[in-house]
């Protein structure tokens, strides 16, 4: 009964995480003088009105849940991947780079070997991290932070100086290169929706296997509890932490893949990092690290981000809206003992106190 009560818990928070979220950005389109219904029938429509609406949400959401994956085997281990959004650009390079190097090789070789080049180049560059915190006991944190403004500029070198002639972007990838489907966009009215979406969701389900079902997983989850004990117990914390960000970065590499072969269909010089690396440890967090609560968590995301667009259009209310119910919705996440807290305290069973009888023994 405990462990029903505790999972029904575990679903709760999440849930209550994004009512309250959707509530504040009603009230602060109340504010200003926003009708906040009109607003959110404008986001609804806009992320799931039309079949090609619900292809864009569908395709927002497919490196979200991949970069997601790859944050919560990290955290799974104890670590906190902050560098996945530079992972995930790295994989981005790594896929169009392999694409653009060998255009005519056949589909069947060519999209293969740039996802595996993509999650190669994450894999990489999370194992950077998890060997100076296995041999040197940096922090994971600190070091990923600086490589993903390391990756940054390496990409934006990479792009104009050795995949181009000092232009901005790349040119388009060939269509031997793309995860693009004629029959995807047929049934989607002629969305960018992709194969992505498949791998995506496949990998979900081996994640799931992988941390549930087999020995390697079972380590990982007994590094992140107590790596003193993991040691005692014959693992390898060492081992256990590289591998733990190796993975991780090759899922966000392959988040990162499915914007340049299957997205954006090549690569351009940014400003800032990919919007999917930070977003995608939001949406592990809102799915509490379970890769199937990651994909419902994804497709969320993916709505609210899609359906945004449309609601300057529909209702007149601006997009930064959006931002601030996906902010409030993670700050309710991170504060979710506040959520189980109350929810404790509502569930706590009354317990009637009666008064003790006592009995005096006469003295004789």
């Not at 995480?17 to 609804?44: R, T």
């Not at 995301?301 to 899609?306: R, S, T, W, Y």
């Amino acid at each position: 009964m405990n462990h029903k009560n505790e999972t029904l818990r575990n679903i709760s928070v999440p849930v209550l995480s994004v009512l309250l979220g959707l509530i504040l950005g009603a009230i602060i389109m109340l504010i200003f003088g926003y009708d906040p219904i009109l607003g959110y029938k404008s986001l609804i429509e806009g992320s799931v009105g039309s079949s090609f609406y619900i292809g864009e949400t569908l395709r927002q959401a497919t490196p979200l849940i991949l970069t997601a994956l790859g944050f919560a085997v990290a955290n799974t281990a104890g670590f906190f991947n902050i560098g996945v959004a530079g992972q995930a650009l790295f994989g981005w390079l790594g896929s169009v780079t392999l694409a653009i190097m060998f255009p005519d090789l056949p589909r069947m070789l060519l999209i293969p070997l740039c996802l595996i080049g993509g999650a190669v180049a994450g894999a990489i560059w999370a194992g950077i991290a998890g060997y100076l915190r296995a041999y040197f006991g940096t922090s994971e944190v600190i070091v990923t932070i600086m490589l993903n403004y390391t990756a940054l500029y390496i990409s934006n070198h990479m792009v104009r100086n050795v995949l181009t002639n000092a232009d901005d972007a790349t040119p388009r990838i060939s269509d031997n290169a793309t995860l693009r489907s004629g029959f995807l966009a047929n049934i989607t009215d002629n969305s960018t929706l992709h194969y992505g979406l498949f791998i995506a969701i496949i990998m979900c389900i081996v994640m799931w296997i992988f941390m549930n079902k087999t020995t390697a997983g079972y380590e990982l989850r007994a590094v992140g509890l107590n790596s003193f004990a993991a040691e005692y117990a014959g693992m390898s914390a060492k081992k256990n932490i590289v591998m733990a960000m190796v993975i991780s970065g090759a899922l966000a590499g392959l988040g990162g893949s499915m914007e340049g072969i299957g997205n954006f269909q090549n690569i351009f010089v940014m400003s800032s990092m990919p919007s999917i690396g930070f977003d995608g440890m939001a949406v592990s967090l809102l799915g509490a690290g379970n890769p199937f609560g990651i994909l419902v968590s994804a497709l969320l995301f993916g709505a609210l981000k899609i359906g945004g667009i449309s609601m300057p259009m529909g209702s007149d209310v601006p997009t930064e809206v959006v931002d601030i119910v996906i902010a409030a919705i993670i700050f309710f996440v991170g504060a979710n003992y506040l959520i189980r807290y109350f929810m404790n305290k509502f569930n706590q069973p009354k317990i009637k106190i009666t008064p003790a009888v006592t009995a005096k023994k006469e003295v004789n």
